[in-house]
């Protein structure tokens, strides 16, 4: 933090005065401030502080955990849901960021709706080891995706500029993916969201794939993408927990409570497709 008080100055205030004056800054400027004095370590500790910086429904989260757990103290149970925790039977992760108390969720795969995922034909549940949840949808061979998910954003954090991102894999054995672009869009409550376009593909392979289009299809792959909206042809993109994301797009949650519509299509190719493997969708602050 900038533009401190001295050490002296600070001795004439009562500590819960300190503690209070803290809670009006952020999780990242009252850890700084412990490093000031001792007198910032005792407040910046306190639970007058971190209650601030947890969210106001923690209770209700805490309760919905598929693992209970002990707190001695709200920095404690703030360090805590700093890390994903399982919540709503598994179907949820959530976590907070550890420099604002923003909330982000993860929608599991059993959480989105995904056309036909119960036909065992086209689909199945699968359990991986490097998931966070005890399923993911693998895409056996179908020629309609459709992915949808659902949030409301009273279940996040008000006044804060959301990204929606579709978390998967691709499968050595993967095919028609990205035969055309998928068609991808947010739509919060009533209003039309704006509709674009991503690949299911690796932002490295995609000028390589692109041209190897260009020299053996030709027209067949111009006039396929011309079936779908024109748009910014996003590529996957590797995550820090080795699954790849697709950002499928932004919003802004405010005061009112709306639901926030998330979609992957790609239905007009009439192509057969596989292997692609689905987590769920993530729901976090993008800054």
Known sequence: MEGLMDDDQFKILPEGCVSTILS?????????SSLVSTIFQSAADSDIVWERFLPTDYQDIVSKSNFPFKFSSKKELFLHLCNSLLIDGGRKSFRIEKSSGKKSFILSAR????TWSNEPLYWHWASLPESRFS????????SWLEIIGKIETQMLSPNTKYGAYLILKISERSYGLDSMPSEISVEVGNNQGSTTTAYLR????HARKQQMERLFYGNRTERLKSRVAEGDGRVASEREDGWLEIELGEFFSGENDE??????????????KGGLIIEGIEVRPKH
């Open 24 to 32: 009006f800054t952020s999780p990242q400027d009252a850890c700084k």
């Open 202 to 205: 690796l932002a490295q392979e």
């Open 111 to 114: 959480d989105l709706h995904i």
């Open 259 to 272: 639901e926030v519509k998330m979609s992957l299509m790609e239905v007009k190719g009439h192509h057969l």
């Open 135 to 142: 399923e993911v949808a693998v895409l056996r061979t179908m």
